[in-house]
């Protein structure tokens, strides 16, 4: 059992930044690979990006590549999500997710999601 916990979100202007986090209980952090997804109203649940069990490897969304980065620290047992040059069109609740496989981006394929965090970016 994993349970997640999203902080880090807020109200920005358009092209600035914030920094996500989530925080995982659990001693098996690691061997999950994370994964973070975003929704917006009346919109379905996106993947944003994801991050191997060893934060060795990552992979993005076409729409966030360049402005996010996402990363890990196995002994805090928290992932993070960069967001740079935001953009009104980012606001969502973001999510995140731990999976058992690497590079997953359908959300029925994680195993355990946490509450969301509000990301609203002003123009």
């Known amino acids: 059992q994993v349970q997640l916990v999203e902080s880090g979100g807020g109200l920005v202007q358009a092209g600035g930044s914030l920094r996500l986090s989530c925080a995982a209980s659990?001693?098996?952090?690691?061997?999950?690979?994370m994964g973070w997804f975003r929704q917006a109203p009346g919109k379905e649940r996106e993947f944003v990006a994801a991050i191997s069990w060893s934060g060795s490897s990552t992979y993005y969304a076409d729409s966030v590549k360049g402005r996010f980065a996402i990363s890990r620290d196995n002994a805090k047992n928290t992932v993070y999500l960069q967001m740079n040059s935001l953009k009104p069109e980012d606001t969502a609740a973001y999510y995140c997710?731990?999976?058992?496989?690497?590079?997953?981006?359908?959300?029925?394929?994680?195993?355990?999601w946490g509450q969301g965090t509000q990301v609203t970016v002003s123009s």
């Open positions: 659990g001693r098996t952090f690691s061997s999950y690979a």
């Open positions: 997710a731990a999976a058992r496989q690497w590079r997953v981006v359908q959300a029925p394929e994680y195993e355990y």
